[in-house]
């Protein structure tokens, strides 16, 4: 079915996952998509040629290339309506493992990456007065307590970070702003192309190397989660008044957020006395 209501998407991290499925479902909606990856080769064999389709190659870490891509989108389609960070990668590691380059690369990507794009697309936003940006964290940008994802996760919850703050800066200009906290959905994040692991291993973390078999050889492509069906929900997010700020995909990152957040008031309540002793 065509939509009534057609937009301009530009997409990160779109040759495969969650990144490549939102582009065909958006396509096949009938939106102009501009859909961006380190390897234009990779996405243009798994997307028929289209005028409502742009392909570019685009360096997430270099923010010229990135505000050539934008400036590309608006060239093509008059305006650019909805932007969707999907681009990242998973880093499984422990802290001690991970040298600073690596740690460095994964926030580069996961953080950085998305500041460039944000930074590049919102004078376009702001002129319209209107605009949706929605940036891909995880249930581990809520939820950190995952032996050997220490680093990826505070890249996630980083996302969470700029993206509440991104919501309060654009809201004045009609921009709205979603965090997307997917939990276990079977994509090819645990492949080996998504996910890196240390040059350098410290044969001490035995939690860490379970974690890392469990992961590469028993969750990976038995998650629970649909991403066709997650990703539509992110497109009837987009069509929102007054859409979420922090969106939770997947039974299991519900759970993992309540019970988060009940863990939270537990504490929180154990300690008050000590947490409001502290004024003058």
Sequence with gaps: MKSDNK???????????????LVRQL????????????NKADLVKEIPTSSDFLALEMDLVDE?????????????????????????????????????????????VNVFGSLNVIRQALPYLREQKSGHIFNFSSIGGYVGDFPGFGIYCSTKFAVIGFTEGLAIETKPFGIKVTAVLPGYFRTNFLNPD???TPKNHIE????????????????????????EKGVAEI??????????????????????????ISAMETELEEWKLVTISTGF
């Design 235 to 260: 497109i009837k997010i987009a069509e929102q008044e007054n859409p979420p700020l922090h969106l939770f995909l997947g039974n299991d990152a519900y759970e993992m957020a309540k019970s988060k």
């Design 27 to 38: 396509l096949e909606a009938g939106h102009s998509v501009t859909a961006t990856t380190r």
């Design 64 to 108: 010229k290339s990135v505000q050539n891509a934008i400036s590309e989108t608006v060239k093509t389609f008059g305006r650019i309506d909805n932007v969707v960070n999907n681009a990242g990668y998973g880093l499984l590691g422990a802290l001690e493992e991970l040298s600073d380059a690596e740690a460095r690369q994964n926030f580069d």
């Design 204 to 227: 001490d973390y035995n939690e860490v190397r379970a974690s890392q078999t469990m992961h590469q050889d028993e969750i990976n492509q038995n998650q629970p989660g649909d991403p």
């Design 7 to 21: 937009k301009v998407w530009f997409i990160t991290g779109a040759s495969k996952g969650f990144g490549l499925i």
């Design 194 to 196: 998504s996910l890196a």
